[in-house]
């Protein structure tokens, strides 16, 4: 047989067989058992450990209040045409609610509509969704989490000299909102304290990189500040190749098995856990109450906790950590 | 041209080097440019710095280089790497193998990625761009898949970090990656310049129909630089693993387009058959220290990428303006 | 051709144009007039200064000093555009030409007809093409795709495009090297029909017959300057090509008598192709050149590439010194101890932008490597330099760009890269094809040299006087087919011709 006719029929049959699967597996999540309640959620990602307890957490309202829920997030952390994307199929499925974390609330403005239209109640969680249609949001206030930081980073320092932030992204309300509440901390409460740098990246290689440039840049820097666990795993391995430990104080955001290394050895002061599996749990919660029929708060605040050496091992924040 | 004929004796070798010679004498500049903005800059330890942050993009783009030398592109090198970095995770951790051939496994792994491209673009005919842009999205997804979206962490071999980080001049903090990256160079830079593989990349490059009239057996050639180009992926996955002392399954998107940008603004032609070592590494270091500098000066990160964006424009133009001139 | 009582004011004139790039002085002094109603031939040498003459009277390039006049008033083109606008039409050697536009789109590319000011109207652009083509009597349908169409008829297509401009001067580079004789007089009829007293034909060429058929007056171009303008009616060939080259070269020759042994290095069996080759078998003796004549698209060139496994066989055997081989592609041709020099140099033979010195050796790299893969430099450089010194391969060095070589030079090149590899057995493709008459000869002296050494060679030629002259055998094909292996001593042109077009459908065929 020709040798092209061989490669197009082997191409089709590999085609064939991966859309044969894909169709497969999409129709076992649109068909979820025909009497449950349905709760989709989308989410910003799915790659980083956040989300995965988010969806654990949400997986365990699932069971707990007997509905079914999917989970899926962006490939890309922060491509909002894929996130949009996700947002309209689902609502094709006429779930009995959506929990909705935006990447960008405008762009989601017209499927927001849609779905107040249809008549599917939205619950934002995480960084929330800037719309009047989500009846309530489910989510960390990273306002009050990140001064929380700023305030522990100004007793680390003795309320006095420079520091430095790497904060993870500079346009999404998580990146903005630990950014602002850390610097209008400092600027209300503590004069004395200068923040020299402030500078953008999430990914653990790049931020190493960035936070040894600061440090060059200033060699009687006293604090640096990592917006989450990409930034502030990159400010530890910067202070590991630099062979300066102690001369900084390092506080973070999220968890992660790096940070909790480094807080347990010391290279690390501390850091400020947000409870994932909490928001997930929560949210799925307050849908099912929505679908019932039962009035649920608008801002359904998950909490944060500041951890260190002290209280690493405590269960009730053990269990917020994730590896 | 007919004009041009016997009488132009203006050798291709120095016009090639002026090249060369213009973008080293542009990393000179900048480098003192730097060190009179910011005290803090023509520091050993910054300078280390750089290198060290030169270090992945560079080894990169050492693999790169042959390949668009033969007139061709590869895009799966950035999330090619982050799934070595990942097999390295798997053999040492998973598999409990010893150090040195969970590396050894992991490079060999990044050679059998780009065999599997070679084979794709020479075999099956696929276009380069497309076949690797195909491996850069199966690499992203496969580490995520292999690694269950967590990262590895080499527990077992906490030695395994020494490879990147390992002071190789004691007091200075010189790291044995950053070592290993100068090792790889000169590796390269003979390779190219004073083996067969090179004159066939140059060769295939400048010309692939005559190349092939000429009974040499292209395909197999072009498996073999392609699968060359993935161990030095493999190598760059381990070191930025070993950096880490994890294997981080995300990221990688991106890398590859850093590493074609340093080989581009080293003078190496995008259509093949011209480019050498040396005009990539002046590139590399041309990126890694416009960054960190203006890191150091503390310019707002928007505008970093818009100064590295203009240098690659600067950069082919005055390529672009030495070829009329030649 | 045109009477002398047309001629009046130049058309146009070229006075003292000097033009020097880096390292070269490329044109020097320049002359040229066309007289109104002429069609003026100008000859050289590559490297005679014809292109450069060409980019300065097309605004590519600007001269250094001197004038040109446009029917006496001063011409100054700045660009291409620019001097289309003014009444000047240029057709390159190699055609400009998108394949996959349709031929209306290619005439009329950046000026296609507008509806309501915006969109492209295909109507109006075939319309005016089909308009354009009836008038100059073409052979085109305006909506074929030019990349469908043979080399003669995209060439058709180039001088349409360039006479839509209603151009005044049409200056043609080579436009004969791609065409067989029917096309040549079809071409010839074009430009005799384009030809009034308001208008003149500046007509390049290496093709000495040529000239007479075509032109009225002859300009000869050496080094860069002007030789002399003669009449063509009263002189001859022989007298334009001494004048070129400065020395006398005889047209007329013979192949002496083969030196071989008579054994058969080659023999070829029931070689098919899938598109056209059909049932060709042949041999070529140890000393023997045997040429290939045939019509364009007579599928000489497609016996070859299947002969080195460029292209795919459709059956038939192949044996080497009487022992049969397999070749499926060039890498076991080469192993094989056959070589092939591609008709077309630029895209299948050399590597224009690397130096002689890797193009000599491409062919046998493992020979010059050692057991490691590293190259053995002083042994590569060696080789480069006996071969030039031995083909007299003229280049500063061996280090120079094959670029910057003389078409001639570039041959001989390739020529030395299958000698390095030692093959046994040689097929040239046109291996004049781009290259002036003087190095024609040197060319012409090498392969007698290389058949007296003993080497096998097939010669592929569109030009008759050429396969006479070289040839000791001459293989003639006609539509895929050998139809004819004439000897030397009994072959003639017309005789040649005749088993040329043995199956042609599409009427006779002068010489």
């Known amino acids: 047989m020709n040798k092209h006719i061989v490669r197009a029929v082997s191409a089709v049959a590999i085609a064939a067989t991966v859309a044969a699967g894909s169709v497969g597996c999409s129709s076992k999540d649109e068909t979820p058992g025909n009497t449950k309640p349905y709760i989709a959620l989308i989410s910003k990602g799915f790659k980083h450990q956040f989300w995965q307890s988010v969806k654990a957490g949400a997986e365990q309202a699932a069971k707990d209040f007997d509905v079914t829920v999917t989970f899926e997030g962006a490939q890309e952390e922060g491509n909002v045409e894929q996130q949009i994307q996700l947002l309209q199929t689902v609502l094709d499925k006429k779930p009995s609610a959506v929990g909705f974390a935006a990447i960008d609330s405008q762009a989601a403005g017209p499927l927001m509509q849609q779905a107040k239209n249809d008549k599917i109640p939205v619950i934002a969680f995480d960084s929330g969704v800037d719309s009047d249609v989500p009846v309530c949001t489910a989510s960390t206030d990273n306002l009050a989490a990140a001064a929380e930081a700023a305030k522990h980073m100004a007793e680390l320092i003795g309320h006095e000299g420079k520091i430095a932030m790497i904060v993870h992204d500079q346009t999404s309300v998580t990146g903005v909102q630990r950014r602002d509440g850390f610097k209008a901390y400092m600027e209300k409460n503590e004069p004395k304290i200068k923040i020299v740098d402030i500078q953008y990246q999430g990914d653990p290689l790049k931020a190493t990189d960035v936070a040894k440039a600061i440090i060059a840049a200033n060699p009687d820097l006293k604090g640096l500040y990592g917006s989450n666990e990409g930034a502030a795993i990159g400010v530890v391995h910067a202070v590991q190749e630099l062979g300066i430990t102690g001369k900084l104080k390092i506080v973070g955001f999220d968890s992660g098995k790096d940070q909790i290394d480094a807080i347990k050895s010391g290279l690390m002061s501390g850091a400020i856990t947000q409870n994932p599996y909490g928001i997930g749990y929560e949210t799925v919660k307050a849908a099912v109450a929505i679908t019932k029929g039962q009035s649920v708060a608008k801002n359904i605040d998950t909490g944060f906790f500041w951890y260190d050496k002290t209280n690493i091992d405590d269960p009730k924040i053990s269990k917020l950590l994730y590896q | 041209m007919t004009t041009i004929s016997l009488k132009n004796r203006i050798p291709a070798k120095i016009s090639g080097s002026l090249q060369q010679l213009f973008a080293f004498g542009s990393l000179i500049v900048i480098l003192v440019f730097f060190s009179f903005a910011s005290p803090y800059f023509f520091t050993t330890s910054n300078l280390v710095g750089i290198l060290m942050a030169a270090t992945v993009t560079g080894i990169l783009a050492l693999g790169t280089t042959f390949v668009i030398i033969a007139g061709g592109i590869d895009l799966s090198i950035g999330t090619g790497m982050i799934l070595c970095g990942v097999m390295t995770g798997v053999f040492q951790t998973y598999w409990g193998w010893p150090v040195w051939a969970g590396v050894l496994g992991a490079v060999l792994f990044g050679g059998l990625i780009g065999f599997v491209n070679g084979f794709n673009i020479s075999v099956l005919g696929i276009p380069p761009f497309i076949a690797t842009l195909g491996m850069m999205l199966v690499a992203s997804g496969l580490s995520l898949v292999i690694s269950g979206t967590k990262p590895i962490y080499f527990k077992e071999h906490p030695e395994f970090q020494l490879l990147m980080n390992y002071s190789v001049i004691p007091g200075m903090r010189f790291p044995l990656g950053v070592l290993i990256f100068l090792i790889l160079i000169v590796v390269a830079a003979v390779i190219l310049a004073k083996t067969i593989l090179g004159r066939y990349a140059y060769s295939i490059g400048s010309n692939e129909a005559a190349t092939e009239l000429s009974g040499v057996n292209v395909a197999k050639w072009k498996i073999i630089i392609y699968s060359m180009a993935g161990l030095f992926v493999g190598i760059a996955g381990v070191l930025a693993a070993s950096r880490l002392s994890s294997a981080q399954p995300v990221g990688g998107m991106g890398l590859e387009l850093e590493a074609i940008a340093a080989v581009v603004i080293g003078g190496t032609s995008l259509q093949g058959g011209k480019g050498s070592i040396v005009g990539t590494m002046i590139g590399a270091l041309i990126v890694a220290v416009l960054t960190n500098g203006l890191r150091v000066t503390a310019v707002p990160q928007e505008w970093q990428s818009v100064v590295v964006g203009c240098v690659i424009l600067v950069a082919v133009y005055m390529d672009i303006l030495r070829r009329k001139r030649a | ?511």
């Open chain 3, 1 to 511: 051709m045109v009477s002398d009582s047309l001629i009046g004011a130049a058309l146009l004139e070229v006075r003292g144009a000097s033009k020097s790039y880096p390292g070269v002085q490329a044109l020097d002094a320049m002359h040229l007039d066309l007289r109104h109603g002429e069609v003026h031939a100008v000859v050289g040498e590559n490297g005679a200064g014809k292109s450069t003459l060409m980019k300065l009277l097309s605004g590519i390039d600007r001269p250094d000093s001197g004038e040109f006049f446009l029917d006496g008033q001063p011409y100054t083109p700045t660009n291409p555009r620019h001097a289309l606008e003014l009444g000047i039409s240029i057709i390159h050697q190699e055609l400009n030409l998108m394949p996959d536009l349709t031929v209306a789109q290619n005439i009329f590319i950046g000026r296609e007809p507008r509806a309501a000011g915006i969109f492209l109207s295909d109507r109006e652009l075939n319309r005016r093409t089909r308009e354009l083509l009836e008038r100059l009597g073409l052979p085109l349908k305006p909506d074929d795709l030019v990349g469908d169409l043979t080399v003669a008829r995209q060439q058709m297509v180039e001088i349409a495009k360039a006479l839509s401009y209603n151009a005044r001067v049409l200056i043609m580079d080579e436009p004969t090297a791609a065409l067989n004789e029917t096309e040549v007089q079809t071409l010839f009829g074009l430009i005799r029909r384009f030809v009034t007293p308001d208008t003149g034909v500046i007509y390049i060429s290496h093709r000495m017959h040529e000239l007479s058929q075509i032109s009225d007056r002859v300009t000869i171009l050496r080094d860069g300057r002007y030789i002399d303008t003669l009449d063509t009616a009263s002189s001859t060939i022989a007298q334009v090509i001494s004048l070129m080259v400065g020395r006398a070269i005889n047209a007329d020759q013979r192949p002496r008598a083969a030196t071989g042994s008579g054994d058969p290095v080659l023999s070829v069996k029931g070689l098919n192709t899938k598109a056209l080759v059909r049932e060709v078998s042949f041999e070529v003796r140890k000393g023997e050149i045997l040429g290939f004549a045939g019509l364009m698209g007579a599928g000489r060139t497609e016996v070859a590439r299947a002969l080195v496994g460029a292209d795919r066989k459709n059956g038939g055997t192949v044996a080497v010194h009487g022992r049969e081989v397999s070749i499926s592609n060039p890498a076991d041709a080469a192993k094989a101890g056959i070589g092939y020099l591609s008709e077309d140099r630029k895209r299948y033979g050399i590597l224009l932008g690397r130096s002689v010195r890797d193009n000599v050796v491409l062919a046998s790299l493992p020979k010059f490597a050692n057991s490691l893969g590293f190259m053995q430099d002083n042994n590569v450089g060696r080789a480069a330099r006996d071969f030039v010194s031995k083909l007299r391969i003229r280049t500063p060095s061996a280090g120079q760009l094959v670029q910057n070589l003389s078409g001639g030079n570039q041959q001989k090149t390739v020529v030395a890269k299958w000698l390095i590899r030692d093959c046994d057995i040689l097929i040239f493709d046109e291996p004049t094809r781009g290259i002036d008459v003087g190095a024609k000869d040197e060319i012409y002296a090498l392969l007698d040299e290389l058949a007296a050494e003993g080497k096998a060679i097939i010669m592929i030629s569109s030009d008759l006087p050429e396969i006479l002259r070289m040839s000791h055998r001459i293989a003639v094909m006609c539509q895929g087919r050998l139809t004819a292996i004439l000897d030397n001593a009994d072959a003639t042109q017309e005789n040649i011709m005749h088993h040329a077009t043995r199956f042609s459908a599409e009427g006779t065929v002068t010489t």
